[in-house]
């Protein structure tokens, strides 16, 4: 059985950073972040290939927001930088295996999820 836990989410103000933790189920697994914010669907943040060699950020997060992971440990990050209210959700890690490029932003290319946590960014 798959779990993953996330961490590190909290309130920050507008400009500040965070960075988001998941324990990661195995190198074998793609990793991904999405969010949800109220009466919105969860969208795609960023993903990363099991070697941590390639990366796929959503517009809006690029040159802000980095994913990294460390197999070593089994962990996955997502450091946040100049963060504004527009980045306020709840944040969820995924992980998923043969996940093909054409479906890397897509939830259901996922198969196991975190329970998410929260980040408030106050302007």
């Not at 190198?27 to 070697?51: C, D, K, L, N």
């Not at 440990?73 to 890690?93: K, S, V, W």
Request: hydrophobic share 35%.
């Amino acid at each position: 059985q798959v779990h993953l836990v996330e961490s590190g989410g909290g309130l920050v103000q507008a400009g500040g950073s965070l960075r988001l933790s998941c324990t990661a189920p195995g190198r074998t697994y793609t990793m991904g972040w999405f969010r949800q914010a109220p009466g919105r669907e969860r969208e795609f943040v960023a993903a990363i290939r099991s070697t941590g060699g390639t990366t796929h950020y959503t517009d809006s997060v690029k040159g802000r927001f980095t994913i990294s992971r460390d197999n070593a440990n089994n962990m996955m990050f997502l450091q946040m930088n100049n963060l504004g209210p527009e980045d306020t959700a709840m944040y969820y890690c995924a992980a998923g295996q043969g996940i093909i490029l054409s479906s890397l932003r897509r939830t259901s290319a996922y198969a196991y999820w975190g329970q998410g946590t929260q980040v408030t960014v106050s302007s």
